[in-house]
């Protein structure tokens, strides 16, 4: 190899690493624009199925009825066993692995004297997030099954109402 050779070898090298490196670069904006898009479509499903999580039981004979059956469906759908329950809440235990599914419970007592409530069924998943609130790498497993647990519930404890409508929205 002569020594007017080397200095074109080396130019032709570093245009070749720079045009690598701009479509590396390019390759993940891409990438990061279509999770960015996902979790949108992910986040409105969530928000969706949080109004599925929520109901409404009138009078305590029929609230906590309702309440036991959403005691039965976290223990049917969380990964983890149920750690505290009492008259108003149900909390299962933190798994050790991501990607999986655990259920808190609440129930809020109205202002109505009579016993009513509203019952809310909250999923839970590790590794759905990162520290600062963006979508970590377990995001779309967590979603998924988040997003499946919660719009279940209302059908599963409205499915024991008697047809009186003590569960409603």
């Known amino acids: 190899m002569s020594a007017a050779q080397a200095p074109i070898n080396t130019t032709a090298n570093r245009w070749k690493r720079i045009i ?38 009138v009078g305590r ?45 609440s129930r809020t007592a109205t202002a109505d004297g009579i016993g009513s409530a509203t019952i809310r069924v909250k999923g839970l998943c590790r590794g759905m997030y990162t520290s600062d609130g963006a979508p970590a790498w ?16 209302r059908h599963f404890v409205a499915s024991t109402d008697s047809g009186g409508g003590a569960v409603s929205r």
């Open 20 to 57: 690598l490196t701009i479509a590396v670069a390019s390759l993940g904006a891409c990438t990061t624009s279509r999770s960015s898009i996902d979790a949108q479509h992910y986040e409105i499903a969530l928000d969706e199925a949080r109004d599925d999580a929520s109901i409404g039981c």
């Open 61 to 105: 004979v029929a609230c906590d009825a309702a309440w036991q059956r959403t005691r039965e469906f976290v223990t049917r759908h969380s990964a983890t066993n149920i750690r505290r329950a009492n008259e108003i809440s149900i909390e299962t235990g933190v798994p050790h692995e991501s990607g999986v599914l655990y259920l808190w419970a």
């Open 138 to 153: 377990m995001y779309v497993t967590c979603a998924e099954l988040i997003t499946q647990a919660e719009k279940e519930f």
